[in-house]
């Protein structure tokens, strides 16, 4: 069967309806549209590629956030440099670098927000990435481009991220309702790509060992950012059993499906409630205020903090990159291959600190049907209070009758 991969971020919904609207990019000049337009076109369909990168097309993913950044960029190039054109940008090497310094001290604004842009590197190599597009596109037709992207730094940020233990995790699973509880423990224990591989799991992709009582999980190969695998969760698995026969899920059903905002929003509010990650702030959007926590909890540090959590468990490098669906990265060797490769690890590998007992079976603490009884009683409670309002509503209406009747 084949399966779809869902959108979380509704990329390709959004791209294709920007271009349904007849591609609009106001507060850019004519020139600079049809360039950009070009250049979208090609990575589309997979043409005057670089080289080095990988062939094909690109992915509505890439080509929104080419289009989104490329326009952003092109607005404040045009405005800053005083040009009407990017290609004007050929004669403005010495510009272009003051530019991105400029940038990368905070000297612009988003554009909806009062607060600096961030995340220079990226809209260097975006620039890197279209001129270097743009001079093999004019060397086809016998013109040579100078680069002017030689001496730019492409240096990005090491984003930051907030690190729990799985103690800590305990106390958010003991604050969180039963939907993000059994989230929170899903993703802690399986390290998986939120939200969009997290959100492509179906029941049907879950495995029930009924010998060692656990879940191999099953991150197919079409809804994986780099490679499909299987692995086990000896974290969460009973827990997760308890909820699938608990909301009666079907085969086909997405094991967790909710908008991944709205996820981060209950996340970030949980995480400072509990553990007073990130700050209470209060922004403007639009004109309109509100209020968030910034550098708060997210779905991203969950896979952060699991990796922390492995990389101590785990007897190979190899096997946690697996788990993980790494290809490189900065803190393991690259490895090329992954064929025939299988998730090796063991309960016995998970002793807690003191040597003593395994970790899951302090899992067992979270008993799931006196929590299931807990919100059940909560929910009768609330009905309760409801039904006596209402009685009282009703008593005292009848009594009003009673005297204008009398």
Partial sequence: MNVVKFDP????????????????????????????LNYIADMEIGINI???????????CSLQGIRTKMLLITELLEKELGIHSLVELESKELELLKFFKKMREGGFNKKYMQEPITGTGIYVTIIKAFWHWYQRVRRKNGVDVKDITVDLDATMIKP???????????MLGHESNYFYRILMWFMFDSGIRSPTELMNVRISDLEWNKEDKYYFLNIREETSKTFGRKIKLLLCSEILQNYIKYLNLKPETYLFRRDPHQLNQYLKNIGYKTLKI?????????????????????MYDFRHSAAC????????ETALKYRFGWKKSEMIEYYTSYAGMQDTITKEDL???????????ELRIMDIE????????????RDMEEMNLRAKAIRETAEKTKLFNF
């Avoid at 670089?50 to 509505?60: E, F, I, L, M, Q």
């Avoid at 002793?351 to 079976?361: H, T």
């Fill in 309 to 316: 959590f492995w990389l101590q468990r785990y007897k190979s």
């Fill in 278 to 298: 990130g700050t209470p702030t209060e922004k403007t959007y639009k004109g309109r205020k509100y209020t968030t926590v910034v550098d708060g909890l997210t």
């Fill in 50 to 60: 670089n080289p080095s990168s990988r062939k094909g097309s690109r992915t509505y």
């Fill in 9 to 36: 971020r509704r990329y390709k919904e959004r791209f294709l309806n920007w271009r349904f609207k007849g591609s609009p990019m106001p507060n850019i000049s004519e020139d600079s549209r049809q360039l950009i």
């Fill in 351 to 361: 002793i807690a600190e003191d040597g003593k007992f395994p970790l899951e079976r």
């Fill in 160 to 170: 930051r991220f907030n690190y729990f233990t799985i103690k800590q995790l305990k």
């Fill in 370 to 381: 006196k929590i299931i009884m807990e919100e059940r009683m909560e929910a009768a409670k």
